[in-house]
């Protein structure tokens, strides 16, 4: 077995056979003389960028501490499939181009999905009859190689692609085996009156797949939630929501809801006997070391069971400098981080990053010096040295009760998940100005409405004059796909169709989604955090307390240089990093 064998160096006859590679040029030949050399050497003598533009690039690498090729690439001078071609031919790897290059089914069938990715490799053609081609995105990647030998008996040889390109077929392998796990499990459904004693372990087993692959393939799809909803025919409908949008995937046959429903209760703890009830449960998903939370509830509907799963993946609770907030936004939540005491609110409708805003500032504050306590319902990420509480108001564990229990505990950092009511907000601004760093949920849709929500839910507006250091408001926009933008020119005429009716400024250059198999024809791929940081000063304190409204108290901290939700928005349209048809959706302009 070789993972440095060129692949593209094929006899005739070999590339005259039937699932072989029928375009040579799709593999970049290997130069012996770049093997080991710097990155910036080797683009430049594969003609991709100047000396100058290296230089440059070298400069930043050494101030930022990043590779020279990914600020080569984040700088616009060199594509992904450059960059790829340029690593491939330091580390003595041919490199693959997935999107001109035919696939050989009998290769893609050489290893099942999961494996597939599991190890970040897909077979994608057999060079001869003892050997096969596999595309990979990291040149490190070596475990894969010798593992897939040993699966398939074969030798193999590595060739590199970019990791955007692998994640687009391992998607398109996550799907098709959804697909396939369907058409299996119905196969054995119907044949099951005919096996006999075999018939339940068979079904079984086939439930069991489905149920897998449809979970496998969300986290391939990056779902944030999964939706299985019956329909009038006794089907269930499965949908993912990816980037804040639910899409179909598979409908699952009447046979086989029951037996999907009892296998994810089972999962999570629940009672299977129980259909008519809601219920709620949690469980884990995935290989050891990249497992990821399910929280699962369940709920009686005209047609039958509907589920919810909520995929909470703890790794994708990024640091602040990466939420998206912009400098003046950042700044604000850093200063007040820094403060001993007072409440930082974080506020917006459902699902606009909220949670994910308060676990990366306590992440940022847990250090051994401090004692951080949570009351959250439920706990989506478990933070190691933070104490975190459940809700559970079937025992009496309520917000308000839980949060007068902690105060005696002596915590320096306090998050309270959401504030719902009176009494909550009550202990919760009461602890703010006795010493403590609360942190805290509301659902209002701007910063400025947060404060006078506070004091419409009974809370004395002087307490939270005195209290509150700054209101983040949120919202997540779809990012543009960068693999298939097209250019635009946005005008005032484009901003007030928008719903910016007061844009004044002049037409600027900026990006419309397309749709490419990269981003499932979508357009967008991720999302990004738009931020408005609310900081109360003097004159906002007072303003609070006379009882301004919140609309003179956004435009008088506007005034005082804070960046709105809309201005936050038409900057990231400006930088090329959202749509403008997405920021009026997200920051409701229409």
Request: one cysteine or more.
């Amino acid at each position: 077995m070789s993972s440095s064998a060129n692949p593209s160096r094929l006899s005739e006859s070999q590339q005259r056979e039937p699932g072989v590679i029928r375009r040579p040029h799709a593999l970049a030949p290997v130069s012996g003389s770049l093997v080991g050399r710097r990155i910036g050497e080797i683009v430049v003598s594969l003609g991709f960028a100047t000396e100058d533009q290296v230089n440059t690039a070298v400069d930043e690498a050494r101030e930022t501490g990043r590779p020279t090729g990914r600020v080569l690439y984040d700088r616009g001078t060199i594509s992904k499939d450059q960059l790829a071609q340029a690593i491939a031919a330091r580390t003595q790897l041919s490199y693959i181009d997935l999107k001109n290059i035919e696939l050989e089914e009998r290769a893609l069938n050489a290893i099942d999905a999961r494996s597939a990715i599991k190890y970040r490799a897909v077979p994608i053609q057999y060079v001869d009859d003892d050997t096969l081609l596999v595309a990979i995105s990291e040149p490190s990647n070596v475990l894969a190689v010798d593992d897939i030998s040993l699966m398939t008996g074969l030798n193999v040889r590595a060739g590199l692609t970019t990791e955007d390109q692998l994640e687009e077929l391992l998607s398109r392998l996550s799907k098709n085996d959804v697909v396939r796990a369907t058409e299996e499990a119905s196969r054995v459904s119907v044949n099951s009156s005919e096996v006999g004693e075999h018939a339940d372990s068979e079904d079984e087993t086939a439930s069991v797949n489905l149920l897998d692959s449809i979970l496998t393939n969300a986290l391939r799809q990056r779902a944030s939630d999964i939706h299985l909803d019956p329909l009038e025919n006794g089907s269930v409908r499965v949908r993912y929501r990816i980037d804040g949008m639910t899409h179909d995937t598979t409908n699952v046959a009447p046979a086989l809801a029951s037996r999907i429903f009892a296998r994810m209760k089972i999962l999570a703890n629940m009672d299977i006997s129980i259909r008519h009830v809601p219920q709620d449960g949690r469980a884990t998903f995935g290989e050891e070391g990249s497992e990821v939370t399910l929280r699962i509830a369940t709920l009686p509907t005209i047609y039958g069971e509907s589920a919810a799963v909520r995929v909470l993946d703890r790794k994708n609770v990024p640091p602040l400098d990466r939420l998206g907030l912009d400098q003046v936004a950042y700044d604000a939540l850093q200063r007040a981080l820094r403060k001993p005491h007072g409440a930082i609110l974080a506020t917006g409708p459902t699902g606009s990053g909220k949670t994910t805003t308060l676990y990366a500032a306590m992440a940022q504050l847990n250090t051994p010096e401090r004692t951080i306590i949570t009351i959250e319902d439920p706990v989506e990420y478990p933070l190691p040295g933070v104490k975190q509480v459940q809700v559970n108001v079937k025992r009496g564990l309520t917000f308000a009760a839980g949060l007068r229990t902690m105060l005696r505990s002596d915590p320096d950092v306090v998050m309270v998940g959401e504030i719902r009511d009176h009494e909550t907000a009550k202990i919760g601004i009461e602890a703010a100005l006795t010493g403590r760093l609360v942190l805290t949920t509301l659902h209002t849709n701007d910063s400025a409405s947060a404060v006078t929500r506070l004091a419409e839910m009974g809370v004395e507006r002087y307490l939270v004059a005195s209290s509150v250091e700054c209101v983040a408001a949120s919202r997540l926009a779809r990012r543009l796909c960068t693999e298939c933008r097209e250019p635009t020119t946005i005008d005032a005429a484009k901003m007030r169709e928008a719903g910016y009716v007061d844009f004044e400024g002049a037409a600027f250059e900026a990006f419309d989604p397309v749709g490419c198999p990269s981003c499932s024809n979508t357009g967008y791929r991720g999302r990004s955090g738009i931020y408005e940081v609310l900081t109360l000063d003097d004159q906002i304190r007072e303003m609070l307390i006379e009882r301004y409204p919140s609309s003179a108290i956004e435009e008088t901290a506007r005034k005082n240089g804070m960046v709105t939700l809309k201005d936050s928005a038409v900057d990231r349209v400006k930088q090329g990093v959202i749509s403008l048809s997405e920021a009026a959706r997200v920051t409701n302009t229409d």
